[in-house]
């Protein structure tokens, strides 16, 4: 079998499996032009970011929610500095949260405040355990805030086995609900116990949580409008960007 070397000045490259794909692709027609897109979108980022100013009229349940799906909607970025400031408020208890009996809300708060790196004691979650030390029954009958809770114990610091503890039981509890839940919490249950909220791709989650977020109860669309603008605005720059590292 003849063996064909390179000379010292010769590079072999293997052909692209894209071929000219993105120096030949053009976006499908929008009616909606970039331009727009970009007023629009600046237009919707200040209505959002006049939420933050009213902060002092909002429930700490009210600013998680907000927090939480502006992270899964992508558009966190624009509001990094008033996320962080909102955060530490309620931390200290600047914000005071009132004493819940939401498991979603309390489980939402942890979660939350310890990826922005506030530590949060896990005693929060003893108002929803029985006599015994184990969770009340009635909470295997509350997928959200089970699945809330879930995520949450995967932001454990070591030492913290009880967080073990609360994975094993609430990773039980949505095996076992997960077949006879609608969309979209199935869908968010089947890919949370695949990979976990903070360990998912923070990108996959917003193709998957724009669409989802639209079939909640209460959404609201300011932020699905301004997420759906920042997508096609990011996906239009990134296959420009393709197209001339390609050429």
């Known amino acids: 079998m003849e063996t064909t070397t390179a000379g010292a000045g010769d590079t072999a490259f293997e052909p692209s499996l894209w071929d000219d794909f993105f120096v030949s692709y053009t976006p499908p027609c929008s009616q909606m032009s970039e331009e727009w897109m970009r007023e629009r979108a600046e237009e919707l980022r200040m209505e959002v970011r006049r939420m933050f100013e009213a902060v ?3 429930s700490v349940a009210d600013l998680m929610v907000l927090v939480d799906a502006l992270q899964r909607l992508g558009i966190d970025n624009h509001y990094q500095k008033e996320i962080y400031t909102t ?3 309620v931390h ?16 939402l708060r942890f979660r939350l405040l310890r990826q922005h790196g506030f530590f949060v004691s896990t005693d929060v979650f003893d108002e929803f355990r029985d006599g015994t ?6 909470l295997t009958r509350d997928p959200k805030g089970l699945l809330s809770l879930y995520n949450a114990a995967y932001l454990a610091v070591p030492g913290e086995d009880v967080l073990d503890g609360v994975i094993a039981f609430t990773r039980t509890h949505l095996e076992a609900m997960k077949g006879n839940l609608t969309s979209p919490i199935a869908d968010q249950i089947c890919r949370a116990l695949d990979i976990p909220l ?8 917003t193709m998957h949580f724009i669409t989802e977020y639209e079939q909640e109860d209460g959404h609201n669309a ?3 409008e301004l997420a ?3 997508y096609c605005l990011t996906r ?3 296959l420009k960007e393709l197209r001339t590292f390609c050429l």
């Open 56 to 58: 002092n009229g909002m």
């Open 87 to 89: 955060l530490s408020r």
């Open 92 to 107: 200290t208890g600047e914000l005071e949260i009132l004493r819940s009996e939401e498991l979603h809300i309390v489980a």
């Open 133 to 138: 030390g184990n969770f009340n029954t009635c």
């Open 198 to 205: 903070p360990r998912y791709m923070p990108q996959l989650e």
């Open 222 to 224: 300011t932020l699905l």
């Open 228 to 230: 759906r603008l920042d």
């Open 236 to 238: 239009s720059a990134q």
